[in-house]
Nanobody, 126 residues
Framework: QLQLVESGGGLVQPGGSLRLSCAFS????????IGWFRQAPGKEREGVSC????????EYVDSVKGRFTISRDNARNTVYLQMNSLKPEDTGVYYC???????????????????WGQGTQVTVSS
């Protein structure tokens, strides 16, 4: 059974940093790509970043490029999202999920992701 658990969220001031973790079990990173998504109040869930199972290539939504970095630790069965220079518009619940398709990962095809975690709240506010 695939299982993902997010952690690392919190309250941070604008310009600050957080590192989110997505701990997974039931699969290996050579089988599934893992994506990070977020959902702000009253808005649809959007793709933030994804790391491809085949070659470890990464994708980012334009609004976080240069500020966020996704990485994976195979030994710890964990995928991280390092978030720097945080802005109030980064506020939301952050989720990780898996997909088998590299195209779905690269293009954040949200309906092709499953085994969603419970989410972790990120609040950027002064």
């Amino acid at each position: 059974q695939l299982q993902l658990v997010e952690s690392g969220g919190g309250l941070v001031q604008p310009g600050g940093s957080l590192r989110l973790s997505c701990a997974f079990s039931g699969f290996t990173l050579d089988s599934y790509s893992i994506g990070w998504f977020r959902q702000a109040p009253g808005k649809e869930r959007e793709g933030v970043s994804c790391i491809n199972s085949i070659d470890g290539s990464t994708e980012y939504v334009d609004s976080v490029k240069g500020r966020f970095t996704i990485s994976r630790d195979n030994a710890r069965n964990t995928v991280y999202l390092q978030m720097n220079s945080l802005k109030p518009e980064d506020t939301g619940v952050y989720y990780c999920a898996v997909t088998r398709g590299s195209y779905y990962c690269s293009n954040f095809v949200i309906w092709e992701f499953d085994s969603w975690g419970q989410g972790t709240q990120v609040t950027v506010s002064s």
